[in-house]
């Protein structure tokens, strides 16, 4: 059967908008210094910031989701498939053989804070939608002032947040 379109007008990012989003990123990331470009100790203490400060963030967004998933049971199988990817970035991020073990250890540590749930379903995952568009945000925005390797990490999972507001704002639909 053909695809009929939505009666209903699209909301979030188009899927150009999240290709032209990813590429933008991979292209400001291309031109950052990589390892072997001589970038300075400072260049290497930011990166290392950045990565701690990245884990944390997407540990406190499972966190997140975590709660949505605990408060909507039927949002599970959903919701978990996304969960899980922000899971792999924050352990993306601590994965780093230069990242020293008191900035790594920092960010796998305790710190997930319990946000309170909206009541319902649709409310919920407005909430996860506003808090993936704020931290992808947040993510693109640092990309120019950090060195090669880490800014392509966090231009590709500023990427994957923007795909995941687009998930959570169509729905099934």
């Known amino acids: 059967m053909p ?11 188009r899927r150009r908008s999240l290709l032209a989003t990813a590429a933008g990123g991979a292209l400001l990331a291309g031109c950052s210094g990589g390892p072997g470009s001589g970038s300075s100790p400072a260049a290497a203490v930011a990166a290392e910031r950045a990565r701690a400060r990245a884990a944390r963030d997407s540990e406190r967004l499972a966190a997140r989701y975590d709660a949505v998933i605990a408060a909507h049971p ?3 199988a959903r919701l978990r498939p996304l969960r899980d990817e922000v899971v792999r970035h924050a352990e993306a991020f601590t994965a780093s053989p230069t990242a020293s ?3 790594s250890a920092r960010a796998a540590g305790p710190g997930k804070e319990r ?6 379903e649709r409310e919920a995952l407005a909430g996860l939608a506003a808090a993936e568009r704020k931290l992808a945000g947040r993510r693109t925005a640092a990309l120019l002032d950090l060195p090669g390797e880490t800014a392509r990490l966090l231009a590709s999972v500023a ?3 923007a795909a995941h507001v687009y998930l959570l704002t169509e729905g099934d639909a």
């Not at 009929?4 to 909301?11: A, G, V």
């Not at 946000?115 to 319902?120: D, L, M, Q, R």
């Open 101 to 103: 073990p008191s900035v």
């Open 74 to 76: 039927a949002l599970a």
């Open 3 to 13: 695809f009929s379109p939505s009666s209903r007008p699209p909301s979030g990012p």
């Open 115 to 120: 946000a309170a749930v909206p009541a319902t």
């Open 159 to 161: 990427a994957a947040g």
